[in-house]
């Protein structure tokens, strides 16, 4: 890819990322930023008010900071496979380019 300012493009996408998160912030300010597990449930008692799960999870974290250590711990070690493998994949790509 040729590029005529090279790391204009960085910054762009950095500015995006950050207004990403910045935005939905200041625009839906009061609003509770709740995940899909407890919306899941209000709904579903909602629907039909007897319903019984399937199982029960394995392992029930002793708090909601424990529950986001977690959960965050998952997708850094997620992200870092992720860009593990595409590195190791531009290396090899690069390599074959600098044999030929």
Do not use: C
Request: hydrophobic share 40%; proline share 7%.
């Amino acid at each position: 890819m040729n590029q005529s300012k090279p790391g204009i493009s960085n910054w762009l996408l950095i500015g995006g990322v950050i207004a990403l998160a910045i935005l939905p912030l200041i625009f839906v300010r009061g609003a509770e930023f709740t995940g899909s597990d407890g919306q899941a449930e209000k709904v579903i008692s909602e629907v039909k008010p007897g319903y019984e799960p399937w199982f029960k999870p394995l392992f029930e974290p002793p708090s909601g900071e424990v529950e986001s250590l977690l959960f965050s711990s998952q997708a850094a070690l997620g992200a870092g496979i992720i860009g593990y493998a595409v590195g190791l994949y531009k290396g090899r790509s690069q390599q074959q380019r600098n044999k030929e």
